[in-house]
């Protein structure tokens, strides 16, 4: 595997952040060779870039160790960083086109559209999660998110209650894959514009992401369609910590954009391959 690099994204440490694998040119790879390779590296997703005729506009597919999925947010800012264009380039996803911006270390995706739908199924993924309805911050609903993938957001009041998930794997993966959603975005709101989170990824056969922008898209459109954004639409994300690999992800939903921006850094962690 010489050919797959390994980067930390939204870190600044190769020991925070969420691992992802990168190929840069992926274009004698077949499908089930992209999936085998990804459960190879064990990441919760490599992403295979396909190079055309514009140097600054690639394909990409993103393979988590189980399946191919549509979009991940901490792939593509891994990605960018890796390719080393600085300015802005083009990826043509599964989910529709995302450009990203980057600026050395830094990358800032911007999602596809985004949307919102209920969650009927409120008891049975509490019931996943081995959570009641008196966790729930009323204030953020349960619902489903989209970013480029659907993401289930589930926000509880109380910090220590996140920090002590314990979820049963099999039920959430059920509800989950049920509903053709990829992660559970679970949240607290720390003050106004900062969030802690955690996301489960059963569905690609990960415990846990440290990092996931594709979710935090999803959620920046969430909180734009109830009206809960802080001023300006830009608020910080930490995700990973209760992992050990602490992440920082700003996200900015402007009024009125379809798309949500989803900033983070990314440095190497092996290039050896």
């Known amino acids: ?80 960083v890796a390719l080393g264009l600085p300015g802005t380039i083009t990826l043509d996803t599964a989910a529709g086109e995302v450009l990203v911006d980057v600026d050395g270390g830094t990358a800032t995706l911007t999602s596809v559209p985004t949307r919102t739908r209920p969650a009927p199924d409120v008891d049975a993924a509490l019931a996943a999660l081995r959570w009641s309805r008196a966790d729930l911050d009323p204030e953020l609903p349960v619902r489903w998110a989209f970013g480029g993938g659907w993401h289930l957001v589930v926000a509880v009041r109380d910090r220590a209650v996140l920090a002590a998930l314990d979820y049963d794997f099999p039920a959430l993966r059920a509800l989950l ?72 992800l700003v996200v900015v939903a402007e009024a009125g954009a379809p798309g949500v921006r989803v900033t983070g850094a990314a440095v190497p962690i092996d290039e050896r391959g």
């Open 177 to 248: 894959a049920g509903a053709d959603a990829l992660t559970a975005q679970l949240v607290h709101r720390r003050a106004p514009d900062v969030f802690d989170a955690r996301d489960p990824f059963p569905v690609g056969g990960v415990v846990e992401d440290p990092a996931t922008g594709a979710a935090a898209a999803a959620f920046g459109g969430y909180l734009r369609e109830l009206g809960q954004l802080p001023d300006g639409g830009r608020f910080v994300l930490h995700q990973g910590v209760d992992m050990g690999r602490p992440s920082e």
């Open 1 to 80: 595997m010489s050919n797959v690099l390994r980067y930390a994204a939204f870190t600044t440490t190769p020991t925070g952040g969420n691992p992802a694998g990168v190929v840069l040119d992926a274009r004698e790879l077949t499908p089930e060779r992209m999936l085998a390779t990804a459960a190879e590296v064990g990441y919760s997703e490599t992403a295979f870039l396909l190079p055309g005729p514009d140097p600054r506009r690639f394909a990409v597919r993103y393979f988590s160790p189980e399946a191919e999925v549509p979009f991940c947010g901490h792939a593509t800012v891994a990605a960018a």
